[in-house]
C-alpha cells in the first residue's frame, strides 16, 4: 500500500480529536473518503470489523428467533406518505430516484432511509392468526439520508451500514420484552465484544422516533465527553400496525391490532469503538473484532535469518491451527522497528516478539496493544497462552473505558450548574427535568447540548426534587450531554 | 401464515413452467411481489438460502485470498462515463438520483448497476508496488437495473442482490488465474451445494461483458430447455486498469499497468436452483441450502399423544445437537396429512415420521422429498442415518439433473438443423461457427436463441469443420439455446 504509515499519527487524540480520528480511520485502513461528499469506502480491515460485529449480532437474533429478509432498496413516495409522522421525520432527507434509464417515472421512489413503510404491508399481510406472531424480521443493508453535514466515517455519512429489525406482537408485553431483548442484546454487543461500558435508557418525548411509543437507547461516552446514540429499540405501540392494518385473529377468534417494534445498530457503532479506544500511536482494536488478534514478528540478522523465520511460522501455523487470526510478518525489506509502528497503527491487540534469546530459551516475548506492556513467556502451550493474553488486553481496555465513563457523570441543579459542567468537562450532567422540552432548549441554544436519555423505567423517581432549569417538580431524571 | 398453501401448487411444471415458477417461489415462501414491478421481497426462507450460498461462498473466496470490502451505492455520473464502454453497456438502464432532500443535485448520481467504475480509483489508490498484488477485493450488495420487462423472481428483476469481486495483478497470467479460479469456484457452488451440474464457457466476443478481454461463463440447464448464465467471470486485461491508472512500480523499478478481473454471482442462482429441482408439489432444496433440512411430523392419537411426542422431541434435540436443521412439527391443529403437502410444499428434503409403530420398535419413517420413497430404520444413531438419507436425497437430485442435461446437448450442421432442434427440444445446440456475429443473427430473430457459449479453450480444435450458417471454416464450437 502507501507508505503514508511511515509518518504515523501526527495529530493528538487529547487536542486535535477531530483530526486525529479522521487520521486513525485512514491510515488504519478502516476507511477512505468517497469521491462523493457524505460517503466513504469501507477498506478490507474496516469491513473485517463490521463483519464481527454483524456476525455476534446475528448469532444472537437467530438465537432469540429473528428471521433475516430482504425488501426492496426503494419506496414508492406514496407508501412513505402513508405514514405521515415518517415522512415529516424523514422528508428532508430522502434520496430521490426520478428517472429509470432514459424516462421519467411516473412516481418518483425514496431511496430507504429506514424501511418501516414498506416492510409494515408485508407484516400486515403476513399476519392472519394469533398462530402468525411473533413475527420477527431483520435485514442488514445500507440506507441513505440526505443530511449536509461534514462527512466523519462511520459518525456522520449519507449512506451507512445497518442492520433493521422489524417485529409484530400479539399484545404490549410481547412487545415490549422484544424491545428490551434487542436493547439488551446492543448492550452486549459493546460490552462483550466491543470492550466499552454504556448506558442504557429511554429518549425523552420530543426526541423519539416518529411515530414511537418509546424509544429506548443505548449510548456511549467518547473520549472528547461526547455522548454517542449507539443503537435504538424502538416499542411502536400500534401506531404503525393501525396505519398499514397490521391485524390478526387471536384464540377468541376476535379481530385485534398487532403491537410492533423496529430496532437498528449501524456501522456508527465501529465509529465508537475506533473512537474509544485508539490513540496517538493509531488503531486499537478488541481482540473479539480485530482482523488479526496476533502478530508474529521475526528479530533476525543475516545469520540467524533461517532458524528465526522457521521457528517463528512454526508458532504462527500452530495459533492458526488452534483458531487464532494471526499473521507472520516476514517481510524482509522492513526491520522490526517499522513494523512494530505498522501493527501499532493497524490495531493488532498482541504482538509476539521472536528474536534469537527467545529461540534459545524456548519462550516468545509478548507485547499488548494499547500499553506496551512486555511478557516474556514459555513457548509450550502457546494458544492457550496467548489466550489469556487476548482476555488481558480486551480487560484492559474495557477497564479504561469503564473509568472514563464512571468520572464522567455529574450532577447538578441549575441551569448554571449545567452549563458549566458541560462546558468544562463535557460527559453527562444527570439533573431532575420538568418532562417540558421548552426546559432544554436553553441549553441547547447555549452550547448544544441536549437531554440524550432519561430512566428507562418511567416510574423510577426523579433524584432530584426539582427541574433545574424552572424549578417546577421534577417528572425525571434528565441526563444532558453533547451528542454526535 | 395464510392457508394459500392448503390448495399447493395448482399449474404445471411441465406444462406451464411459467406460472408454476411464480406458484412455487410464493406457496414455497421464497419471495412475494413488491409494489413496485420489477421488485421482490426475499422472504425469510428466501433469504436463508441465499444467506446458505453466501456463507458457502464467501468462505471459499477468503481462502483464496480475497478480502470483503463496501463501496457506495451512488456513482456519479461522470465517473461512470469515465469507462465508456461501460457507460454504453448499462447507460438505458441505470436509476438515477437527482434530488437529495429538496435539493437538485449538481451532478445526477447513478444507483450502481454495477461497480468497476467506482471501485477502479481505490484500486489505482491502493496498487503502488508488486507487492501489492494481487488486490482482491469483494463485496455483497445490492445492484439495480431498469429493465423493462416482466418480473420474475429471482431471475429478472430490477434490484438484485449479487457479489462482485475485482481484483488487479502484476500479469496476465495471475490475473487470468483468477479468472478461472473464480468461475471453477462458481462450478462447485453449483455442482456441490445445488446438486445442479454446469457447463463451463466463454461468451462469444459480440457478447462479452462492456470492456472485458474475456468473459468466461457457467451454464445451467432450466427444466423448459432454456439456459440460465448461472455466474460469470471476466478477464479484463488492461483495458479498465488503462482507463483509471492503475500503475504500479514492478520489482526493477519500471512502472507497469496492471491487469483487472472482475466477477458475479447473482441470486439467479437460486432462481435457477428453484426451477431445476422444483416439482408439481411444490419447493424442493438440496439439504445444503435448506433453512430446515429434516422435518419430524408426530402421528398419534388421543391416548398415544403424549408418548409420541416426547420420543419426537427426543429426536429433534438429538439431530440439532448433532447439527442437523431440524424442525419438529407439533401443530395439534393439523393433522399429519396436512403437516405432509405443507413441508413439501416448502422443500424439506426428509421428513421423519414417528407413530406408535415406529415408537413400539424404537424406529423411524423417512420420506424422501422429492421422490417419496419410504425407508424405515432404526432409531439409534439417529444422526449419521440422517446423514446418510441427506446424501442420498442429494445423489438424487444431481443424478436426475445431470440426467436431464446430458440429454439435451445436440449436434446440428445448418441452419434448418438448428431452428428445428431448438424448436423442438430446445437444450443446446452445438454447431460450428464462422465466428462472425452475423451468423447468430437468423437464429435470434427467427427463435430468439443465440450462442450461448463457445469452449473456454480458444485453441480448442472446432468439432465441426463447417459454420452451420454461411457454410465459410468453422473457428469455434458454439452452443446455441434460448436463455433466460
Known amino acids: ?83 405521515k409522522d415518517i415522512v415529516e421525520g424523514f422528508d428532508p432527507e430522502v434520496a430521490w430516484v426520478t428517472h429509470g434509464g432514459n424516462e421519467e417515472l411516473e412516481e418518483r421512489l425514496a431511496v430507504r432511509p429506514t424501511s418501516e413503510s414498506i416492510i409494515a404491508p408485508f407484516l400486515a399481510q403476513w399476519t392472519r392468526s394469533h398462530r402468525d406472531l411473533p413475527l420477527r424480521l431483520n435485514q442488514w443493508c445500507s440506507v441513505v439520508r440526505w443530511e449536509a453535514t461534514e462527512t466523519k466515517p462511520f459518525f456522520r455519512t449519507k449512506e451507512f451500514l445497518w442492520q433493521e429489525g422489524h417485529t409484530a406482537h400479539a399484545d404490549e408485553e410481547s412487545a415490549w ?15 462483550e465484544v466491543m470492550a466499552m461500558p454504556v448506558m442504557k435508557g429511554r429518549k425523552p418525548e420530543h426526541d423519539k422516533f416518529p411515530g414511537a411509543h418509546t424509544t429506548s437507547t443505548v449510548e456511549a461516552l467518547m473520549p472528547d465527553g461526547k455522548s454517542v446514540q449507539g443503537g435504538t429499540s424502538h416499542y411502536l405501540g400500534t401506531s404503525f400496525a393501525e396505519a398499514f392494518d397490521i391485524e390478526f385473529v387471536d384464540e377468541d377468534e376476535e379481530m385485534q391490532t398487532a403491537h410492533t417494534t423496529s430496532w437498528g445498530l449501524s456501522w456508527r457503532a465501529m465509529g465508537a469503538l475506533i473512537m474509544t479506544h485508539s490513540d496517538d ?48 510478518d516476514d517481510r524482509d525489506h522492513r526491520n522490526p522497528g517499522f513494523k512494530y509502528n505498522d501493527w501499532e497503527l493497524k490495531g493488532v491487540p498482541l504482538r509476539i516478539e521472536v528474536g534469537p534469546n527467545e529461540m534459545a530459551d524456548g519462550e516468545v516475548t509478548f507485547s499488548h496493544r494499547p500499553d506496551g506492556e512486555s511478557i516474556t513467556e514459555s513457548r509450550e502451550d ?38 458549566g459542567t458541560l462546558g468544562q468537562h463535557g460527559g453527562y450532567v444527570e439533573t431532575g427535568w420538568c418532562g417540558d422540552e421548552a426546559c432544554e432548549e436553553p441549553i441547547k441554544d447555549a452550547i448544544a447540548a441536549e437531554i440524550v436519555m432519561v430512566p428507562l423505567d418511567r416510574d423510577e423517581e426523579p433524584i432530584h426534587d426539582e427541574c433545574a432549569i424552572c424549578g417546577e417538580e421534577a417528572e425525571e431524571t434528565a441526563y444532558f450531554a453533547k451528542s454526535y
Open 281 to 328: 500511536q493509531g488503531l486499537v482494536l478488541p481482540p473479539a473484532v480485530a482482523p488479526e488478534q496476533v502478530v508474529v514478528v521475526p528479530i533476525y540478522s543475516e545469520d540467524t535469518q533461517e532458524e528465526i523465520l522457521e521457528y517463528s511460522a512454526d508458532i504462527a501455523a500452530e495459533l492458526d491451527e488452534a483458531g487464532v487470526r494471526v499473521h507472520l
Open 382 to 419: 502457546l494458544p492457550a497462552t496467548v489466550e489469556e493474553h487476548l482476555d488481558a488486553v480486551f480487560a484492559k481496555l474495557y477497564a479504561s473505558a469503564e473509568e472514563t465513563l464512571e468520572g464522567e457523570i455529574r450532577e447538578a441543579e441549575s441551569r448554571e450548574e449545567i452549563l
Open 1 to 83: 500500500m502507501t507508505d503514508e504509515q511511515d509518518l504515523g499519527i501526527t495529530s493528538s487524540k487529547s487536542h486535535q480529536t477531530g483530526d486525529w480520528y479522521a487520521e486513525v480511520v485512514q491510515k488504519g485502513e478502516m476507511a477512505d473518503y468517497a469521491p462523493m461528499g457524505g460517503f466513504i469506502v469501507t477498506r478490507p480491515r474496516g469491513y473485517a470489523v463490521w463483519e464481527r460485529l454483524q456476525e455476534n449480532l446475528d448469532g444472537w437474533f437467530k438465537e432469540t428467533g429473528v428471521q433475516n429478509a430482504y425488501f426492496p432498496l426503494f419506496i414508492p413516495e406514496s407508501y412513505l406518505e402513508k405514514e
Open 177 to 191: 420484552d422484544e424491545t428490551m431483548t434487542r436493547l439488551d442484546q446492543y448492550e452486549r454487543l459493546y460490552e
